[in-house]
């Protein structure tokens, strides 16, 4: 694979026969290539589109393209127009998104960025690669999204009792959803196959050497785990400055402030998560409902069922953690205070 540029593009005639599709153009399109062995070659190649609008690769004068080189005893033979170059514009967003994190979250920022950067790297080199060996992937999701939780906490917050109930809070509200969503794929049946990356998934492996299903219950986890974290954090921290504003309050008191408060965010945050799963699955829910597919064959599709059973265990995982979270959170704040640690948050 190398980056290319379109130079120039001529229309040809499509020569009807067996191969050709109704609506299909056919163009003689010249391109330099940009990066790699060949850079600064420049050959013509014949691209197709307007067959099929899910795959067709519309292109322009000026564009940069993804090619695909066929060569032959290290001679380049062709070049085909694979997909459009989209690394430059996610490299701008990415730059974007990481001076806004700087400039509003200055030192909690960086600390931001460095979690978020510990976060990929578990989920690619150690989870990914761990599932893709055969893996049990509900238990090294726990582990990992486990290891992710005390990482970040300790980052935003140093190791504190702060850091200690978010972290309680979070791994108590994940684990539990995620059983919730384990015990209820089990009733329901859901194979997990339900999108076509699933399906190739498992059939690129020897039956029974990848688990579907716990691949599903590993994205339950990680889709929610961000939220929970979101959850459990803000109610540590807002019963300890609750606690800090009157250090006289009973853990009762502390207990009450820290529900009051996470009721107040999770009506948010699980619009957040069933907003997240339904613009997921908009395009299948715009397909049933045109096709007025009735509701008792609509509501146990597997694509649907799966969905709702996403967003909903996701959601009392982040439940769950509201009142384990104040707990903790009560119980550790009034140890400090009764060892006059106002400063060991």
Request: glycine fraction near 8%.
């Amino acid at each position: 694979m190398s980056k290319g540029l379109i130079l120039d593009m001529k229309e040809m005639e499509v020569t009807q026969g067996i191969t050709s599709l109704i609506g299909e153009r056919q163009w003689l399109v010249n391109v330099e290539i940009k990066d790699g062995p060949y850079a600064g070659r420049t050959l013509d190649t014949i691209h197709y589109y307007g067959a099929n609008p899910a795959y067709d690769i519309m292109v322009y004068p000026g564009d940069e393209v993804i090619l695909s080189l066929v060569v032959e005893n290290n001679l380049l033979q062709e070049a085909n127009i694979a997909d459009y170059a989209r690394d430059k514009y996610i490299k701008w967003l990415f730059l974007i998104f990481i001076v806004s994190i700087l400039l509003i979250g200055a030192r909690q920022g960086i600390k931001t960025i460095i979690s978020l950067a510990i976060t990929g790297w578990a989920v690619v080199k150690i989870l990914l690669p761990a599932i893709l060996t055969g893996k049990d992937p509900i238990t090294i999701t726990i582990l990992i999204c486990s290891g992710i939780t005390i990482i970040t906490h300790m980052l935003i917050t140093g190791f504190t009792k702060k850091s200690l109930a978010a972290i309680s809070g979070t791994t108590i509200g994940i684990v539990i959803g995620g059983l919730l969503a384990k015990y209820v794929i089990s009733l329901t049946r859901i194979t997990g196959l339900a999108s076509e990356e699933s399906r190739l998934l498992f059939f690129s492996f020897q039956e029974g050497q990848i688990n579907i299903t716990g691949i599903l219950f590993a994205g339950i986890v990680l889709g929610s785990l961000g939220a929970v974290m979101d959850v459990a954090m803000s109610i540590a921290s807002s019963t300890y400055e609750i606690h800090l504003a009157n250090p006289k309050l009973s853990f009762k008191q502390l207990v009450e402030s820290g529900l009051n408060v996470g009721r107040d965010i999770i009506g948010t945050m699980a619009n957040t998560l069933i907003l997240a799963y339904t613009g997921g699955a908009l395009p299948l829910m715009l397909l049933v409902l045109a096709n007025n597919i009735p509701y008792l064959k609509f509501i146990n599709l597997d694509m649907i069922a799966t969905e709702i059973i996403r967003a909903l265990s996701g959601s009392i995982g982040l439940f769950i953690a509201v009142p384990f979270t104040a707990l903790i959170s009560a119980a550790l704040y009034r140890h400090s205070f009764r060892g006059n640690s106002e400063n060991n948050p």
